[in-house]
Antibody, heavy 125, light 108 residues
């Protein structure tokens, strides 16, 4: 079945970096975007950015520009999200989500239809 | 960036109730809106996209409507498995994609 399997929980010190992986299966990895969304405890969803696994093109939320890098390894159908200069406010669950399109002649609708189970990142000294 | 608001932030309801959640965008987003359901400790689940298109496998008691700046998610007959938090999300102008703050539906 279609699924995204994320790497395990991480504990990092302030100032360090974390790299979370997201392995896709059950579909053609290069045919759909991968988005990253995070959620602090008790808070809402925050979109971090997206990546086109075919081209490697990325788009990041301004808040994370300069600190986030999204990459992929197409040979193993895996996307990565690396966040640097970690601070306590980065403690959250990080989700990857597949971006799908319903395409029409002059426009398309975009939605996140498959989600990983999340990776908990804890930043603590 | 387009800001999304939701009302109410929480509500209490009973099984069998009809529930309506409102989402408002800070500027017009046509029908570029999705709704997600999230249960505690779980990833969000797509319910509706294009403001009113039901995702495959989602029960028909869920429906969405609206266009422009004002949208609603309706659950026609609340079931026990529907107690969760619901988020709207726009993708008219991205980056960034933005989510609403969420509406928590709990048991009265």
């Amino acid at each position: 079945q279609v699924q995204l399997v994320q790497s395990g929980a991480e504990v990092k010190k302030p100032g360090a970096s974390v790299k979370v992986s997201c392995k896709a299966s059950g579909y053609t990895f290069t045919s759909y975007d991968i988005n990253w969304v995070r959620q602090a405890t008790g808070q809402g969803l925050e979109w971090m950015g997206w990546m086109n696994p075919n081209s490697g093109n990325t788009g990041y939320a301004q808040k994370f520009q300069g600190r986030v890098t999204m990459t992929r390894n197409t040979s193993i159908s895996t996307a990565y999200m690396e966040l640097s200069s970690l601070r306590s406010e980065d403690t959250a669950v990080y989700y990857c989500a597949r971006g799908s399109k319903a395409t029409y002649p002059y426009y398309y609708y975009y939605y996140m239809d498959v989600w990983g189970k999340g990776t908990t990142v804890t930043v603590s000294s | 960036a387009i800001r999304m608001t939701q009302s109410p932030s929480s509500l209490s309801a009973s099984t069998g109730d009809r529930v309506t959640i409102t989402c408002r965008a800070s500027q017009g987003i046509s029908s570029y809106l999705a709704w997600y359901q999230q249960k505690p400790g779980k990833a969000p689940k797509l319910l509706i996209y294009a403001a009113s298109t039901l995702q495959s496998g989602v029960p028909s008691r869920f429906s969405g409507s609206g266009s422009g700046t004002d949208f609603t998610l309706t659950i026609s007959c609340l079931q026990s498995e529907d107690f969760a938090t619901y988020y709207c999300q726009q993708y008219y102008s991205y980056p960034p994609i933005t989510f609403g703050p969420g509406t928590k539906v709990d048991i009265k």
